[in-house]
């Protein structure tokens, strides 16, 4: 009888986040910070105003995988934000919606006002990815202006 047990299960960690408002008159950014609660656990803490409300949402999003610098991994998509939110038409998207829905205040189609979106340490990433250091760039366009950032780095472990 042989029985094998992983040993290692895939996980991943929230290494770094960095927000940044371009226009601080439309988004103000008041915190975005990781909270370390183990060694392998970590939670993503963002509270952002939005100051005029936003009807007009596309959200840039970008994986870039560190190999002597970070660069360009697989995705990198333009969404409609407010068209996602009505129809979850969108593969990664949904991937990156699956992450943050049950933590978010973001759960309902355009507009948008007041946003607090907080706690993300349960990630769990339903796609295979090779082990190592990546980043998530997410740039937040209201009515086709660049509005804000949301870049998050993390380090994913395979199931070995």
Same mark, same amino acid.
């Given at each position: 009888?042989?029985l094998?047990?992983?040993q290692?299960?895939?996980?991943?960690?929230?290494?770094?986040?960095?927000?940044?408002?371009?226009?601080?008159?439309?988004?103000?950014v008041?915190y975005?910070?990781?909270? =370390?609660?183990?060694?392998f656990?970590?939670? $993503?803490?963002?509270?952002?105003? %939005?100051l005029?409300?936003?009807?007009?949402i /596309? *959200?840039?999003?970008?994986v870039m995988k560190?190999a002597?610098?970070?660069?360009?991994?697989?995705?990198?998509?333009?969404?409609?934000?407010?068209?996602?939110?009505?129809?979850?038409?969108?593969?990664?998207?949904?991937?990156?919606?699956?992450?943050?829905?049950?933590?978010?205040? =973001?759960?309902?189609?355009?507009p948008?006002g $007041?946003?607090?979106v907080?706690? %993300?340490?349960?990630?769990?990433?339903?796609? /295979? *990815?090779p082990?190592?250091?990546?980043?998530?760039?997410?740039?937040?366009i209201?009515?086709?202006?660049?509005q804000?950032?949301?870049n998050?780095?993390?380090?994913?472990?395979?199931?070995?």
């Amino acid at each position: 009888f042989n029985l094998n047990i992983p040993q290692e299960a895939p996980r991943v960690k929230m290494t770094n986040a960095v927000c940044q408002s371009y226009n601080k008159s439309w988004v103000v950014v008041h915190y975005c910070r990781l909270k =370390a609660y183990s060694r392998f656990k970590t939670s $993503l803490n963002i509270n952002a105003t %939005f100051l005029e409300p936003a009807n007009n949402i /596309s *959200l840039h999003l970008k994986v870039m995988k560190k190999a002597s610098g970070y660069k360009p991994f697989l995705f990198d998509y333009t969404i409609d934000a407010c068209l996602f939110m009505r129809k979850r038409n969108h593969p990664f998207a949904k991937v990156i919606w699956n992450l943050i829905k049950d933590v978010s205040t =973001a759960n309902h189609t355009c507009p948008y006002g $007041l946003q607090m979106v907080h706690d %993300f340490y349960n990630i769990q990433v339903p796609i /295979s *990815l090779p082990s190592g250091d990546y980043l998530l760039l997410m740039d937040w366009i209201f009515d086709g202006k660049p509005q804000f950032a949301t870049n998050v780095y993390f380090n994913f472990v395979e199931d070995l």
